[in-house]
């Protein structure tokens, strides 16, 4: 809004220097306005110059002002009119594709659910949605946005999940299972039970991390800065040369006009927002314009192994049955004796099964952390450690597991495996196609079991048994020669090292609660390969940012080279900069869509799950 009123206010002074000059033949006037206005902005500039420089940066502004002031020294005060309305208009311009390209950010805000329809006895009332409450009853009319996180009690529907994950199908859901709140109910009417309050759903934690990433600018949105001082040299070195070759001083005038950097100003801030929204469209969320770069040249990754590269949750991996057993009948009883329990290993066993094949269980008995017992088909079943299930010199396994008695003999073991993601190996291979040179494993899980895991995959190193101060220590340690460095984890046991790498990525709806603080960003899905979208997302947009700037410099230099020959007046010379503000910002909204080749291998990724 700022820059859109500095922008009428610089077109208000144009109109009434027009007319003072050729309404009311009062040229003087005209030009001591035009002198005035001028003169103030390039004061203003100069003020904000001398801050940067104090910061120990260069910037590009000196330029813009040695431009304004030039063209008001040699009289050329429409020249000036016209610098002015570019500066103006380009910040201007800037804001509105800065807003253009911020569009799919702000429609989470849009979408944001605003009420409830609660069952209170036999009323159906409609409540603000900060007014629900844990464990009330909730019914999700067709096409309304879920509320609050919940869990599906009654009916069945699909939900359009795309705002919040990225995922373009809708996903069906029974009796059971999970509804996050910013999801849209498709055509059935449900009911569900709330399981957090508003403040403390996803879609809440979503719109904070929004709203967190509009608040913290980029450090690194004029990447113009890094050519400002050869670019600023080659400018003056070109006016002054056209100078003493000509001996006319209006020709520094005409080629620091053109030069004036306001393209190149232009170009890296838009580029970095339209790729944030790029990365947002698809399910991932980055704060800044900085962590965009650091993804794209980000040489290393380190990844936490439990919810991140496996499924975070045990599945049952072998089984050893003791004569006269076989694996499917200590399968079954074991399965049986548990089906009551709520241990996480008791889950895993009825959910390999299934609850249906189970026999019943009676004189059902749990042991706080040891296992339990009960009758299964007429048979005594203990099922637990080892040391509750048999008093037999039986030899521990290392490894996670379950031990079986039935009438007081042992029967065998059942051991467990937090199984890989799918999409894991393709991710971790496409990383080290991107560019990444070393992949590392770190988790505080035993040593045999991460490289049990990590040796079938593409990892260079594989470090188990570690403390959260070790495995800031490594990734220093990696950082040394490959840096930047990715950590990639659940945003909740990795904060640190998700604080401690150069990128910190949080995975899926544990992370996106946690991440507010430790991560520089949020996959909101629960797909790993997502970290390899957001870095081919972060090197295309790199891509396109250095490609418009680097055009921008190229047209300029031709400008002033043509400058310098007197061909082009100052006026002229200043309005062919409003067309290369046009392209510079054409080009920097390239980056909201991606380029072709880009395109295909995001679509490519998208296979890996």
């Known amino acids: 809004m700022k820059n859109r009123i500095k922008l009428l206010l610089t077109l208000l002074i144009a109109v009434i220097a027009l007319l003072l000059t050729f309404a009311f033949h009062l040229e003087t006037y005209g030009r001591w306005l035009v002198t005035i206005a001028s003169s103030l902005v390039a004061l203003s500039m100069f003020v904000d110059m001398i801050k940067t420089l104090k910061s120990g940066k260069y910037g590009i502004d000196l330029l813009a002002i040695l431009a304004i002031g030039a ?80 869990k599906l009690i009654a009916g069945q529907s699909t939900f359009d999940e795309s705002s919040l994950t990225g995922e373009s199908h809708p996903i069906s859901k029974n009796v059971g299972a999970p509804v996050m709140s910013g999801s849209v109910n498709g055509d059935a009417t449900v009911t569900i039970i709330a399981e957090k309050k508003a403040a403390d759903s996803e879609y809440q934690a979503i719109i904070e991390l929004v709203k967190s990433s509009e608040t913290q600018p980029a450090h690194f949105v004029r990447m113009a800065d890094r050519y400002a001082v050869p670019f600023t040299a080659i400018a003056i070195i ?38 944030m929204s790029r990365t947002s469209k698809n399910g991932i969320i980055v704060k800044t314009g900085t962590t965009i770069e650091k993804l794209a040249q980000a040489q290393s990754a380190a990844f936490d192994k439990t919810g991140t590269l496996t499924r975070g949750r045990l599945e049952v991996d072998t089984i050893h049955a003791e004569t006269p057993w076989n694996q499917e009948q200590l399968l079954l009883l ?26 019943p269980v009676t004189n059902l008995k749990e042991v706080t952390a040891q296992g339990v017992e009960g009758q299964v088909v007429g048979k005594m079943i203990r099922v637990g450690k080892l040391k509750y299930v048999t008093d037999q010199p039986i030899k521990s396994l290392s490894r996670t597991a379950v031990y079986v008695s039935i009438n007081d003999q042992f ?7 937090d199984q890989l993601r799918p999409e894991t190996p393709a991710t971790l291979t496409e990383l080290k196609q991107l560019g990444l040179q070393r992949l590392v494993m770190l988790t505080g899980d035993q040593s045999q079991i991460a490289h049990e895991i990590g040796n079938t995959l593409p990892l260079d190193e594989i470090h188990g048994n570690l403390l959260p101060a070790d495995k800031i220590q490594i990734l220093r340690s990696v950082k040394t020669d490959y840096n930047p460095i990715i950590m990639v984890g659940d945003g ?30 949020v996959i909101l899905k629960d797909d790993l390969s997502k970290v390899a979208a957001a870095v081919a997302i972060g090197q295309d947009t790199m891509r396109i940012t250095k490609i418009d700037v680097i055009t921008g410099i190229v047209i300029l230099i031709i400008l002033m080279a043509i400058a310098a020959t007197g061909v082009i007046p100052a ?20 980056a909201k869509n991606g380029s072709r080749t880009s395109r295909q291998k995001l679509a490519e990724i998208a296979t890996f799950r």
């Open 334 to 359: 074991a399965a049986s004796a548990e089906q009551h329990s709520g241990h996480i290993l008791a889950r895993s066993l009825v959910s390999y099964l299934g609850p249906d094949v189970l026999q």
């Open 238 to 275: 070109i006016a002054i040369g056209a100078w003493l070759i000509s001996g006319d001083p209006v020709r520094i005038a005409e080629v620091l006009v053109v030069a004036s950097p306001c393209p190149l100003i232009l170009a890296a801030p838009i580029a970095l927002v339209a790729g």
């Open 492 to 521: 909740v046991n990795d904060a640190p090292s998700l604080t401690a790498a150069d990128v910190g990525i949080a995975m899926g709806e544990h992370g996106a609660t946690a991440a507010s603080q430790s991560a520089d960003v």
């Open 571 to 590: 006026l002229i010379g200043a309005l062919f900069q409003e067309v290369v503000d046009l392209i510079t910002i054409l080009l920097a909204l390239r």
């Open 411 to 417: 029967a065998g073991w059942i051991t467990f495996l």
């Open 71 to 150: 063209t008001l020294l040699v009289g050329e005060y429409w020249a000036s009119l016209v610098v002015l309305i570019m500066l103006t208009g380009g910040d201007s311009l800037e804001d509105y594709a800065t807003k253009k390209a911020g569009q799919e950010l702000k429609s989470l805000l849009d979408n944001s659910p605003q009420f409830a329809h609660r069952i209170s006895g036999d009323q159906l009332v409609d409540i603000h949605v900060d007014d629900v409450a844990v464990n009330d009853h909730l019914i999700i009319k067709p096409g309304e946005l879920v509320p609050v996180d919940g």
